[in-house]
């Protein structure tokens, strides 16, 4: 059995960290300021649309999404608050019919965020993640695997 490097338990954990979110003494949720969750997201709605969230400590932001055979759009978030261990967010295109306008809502933790999109006729789920947290793991795993799979290779003419 191969050992586990600590890189990869690292990962492990942080994900698994990012999902308990609650007190194991108890069923209190911890609270999650608005300084905590201020920042880029990043994530894909359960229908495949990429989003970029930024929340501004001003209680602004603004969020672009694509497809991935689409431009990208942008919307303005006129407003966010966090509420506990919930995030609510208004957002829309600037001059655009107020009914064009979506809400957002869900639950906020410190390393990821699900969420419910809401638009007029139509909703979708979203998760996103920590950018800058995604971007540590993303480079720890990329290390690991490269080098593992250096470690794999022989020699030309050599034999396992």
């Not at 809401?118 to 795993?141: F, I, Q």
Request: hydrophobic content about 40%; some cysteine.
């Amino acid at each position: 059995m191969p050992a586990i490097k600590p890189a990869s338990l690292l990962v492990v954990m942080a994900f698994i960290l990012s999902a308990c979110q609650t007190d194991p003494g108890s069923k209190k949720s911890f609270p999650i300021r608005a300084s905590e969750i201020s920042g880029e997201w990043e994530g894909l709605s359960d229908d495949g649309v990429f989003y970029i969230v930024q929340l501004e400590p001003s209680g602004t932001g603004a969020i672009g999404y694509t497809r991935h055979d689409e431009g990208a759009a942008m919307l303005r978030i006129g407003s966010w608050r966090c509420d506990g261990k919930r995030v609510f967010v208004s957002a829309g295109q600037e001059g655009a019919d107020p009914n064009a306008a979506i809400r957002i809502e869900g639950q906020a933790g410190w390393l990821k965020m699900d969420l419910n999109v809401l638009g007029r006729d139509w909703h979708r789920h979203l998760t996103l993640y920590r950018a800058s947290e995604w971007e540590r793991l993303r480079t720890t795993v990329r290390a690991s695997l490269s080098q593992s799979h250096d470690s794999s290779r022989t020699a030309p003419g050599a034999t396992k």
